[in-house]
């Protein structure tokens, strides 16, 4: 069965830290590769990390490079996403996806991953 589930979502200040969690399925972890997501209001859908299950090499979009950091749990079938420095531009509601296709476990080809959880809402105020 496929099925995403996102907790951790919150509110904290500039500078504070949260960690985001996605459990899955066995079915969905064991696809290719799977990444965070998020969209802030007014803007472009923006994959953050990235990680490939099996293999554990990981990706980072330049934005939020050094600050956070996905890992993997296989026991748990789950996904963390670890959130240091937050600034207000990380405000977002952040999605967890899974993708089955080799060639679109890039950052850039979020369009076309194949499963979405529901989201959990970040806010980071100054």
């Known amino acids: 069965q496929v099925q995403l589930l996102e907790s951790g979502g919150g509110s904290v200040q500039t500078g504070g830290s949260l960690k985001l969690s996605c459990a899955t399925s066995?079915?969905?972890?064991?696809?290719?590769?799977m990444a965070w997501v998020r969209q802030a209001p007014g803007k472009e859908r923006q994959a953050v990390a990235l990680?490939?299950?099996?293999?554990?090499?990981?990706d980072y979009d330049d934005s939020v490079k050094g600050r956070f950091t996905i890992s993997q749990d296989d026991a748990k079938n789950t996904v963390y996403l670890q959130m240091n420095s937050l600034k207000p531009e990380d405000t977002a509601i952040y999605y967890c996806?899974?993708?089955?296709?080799?060639?679109?476990?890039?950052?850039?080809?979020?369009?076309?991953?194949?499963?979405w959880g529901q989201g959990t809402q970040v806010t980071v105020s100054s």
């Open positions: 996806a899974a993708v089955r296709t080799g060639p679109y476990c890039v950052l850039s080809q979020a369009a076309h991953y194949d499963y």
């Open positions: 066995q079915y969905t972890y064991t696809r290719n590769c």
């Open positions: 990680i490939y299950i099996g293999g554990g090499q990981t």
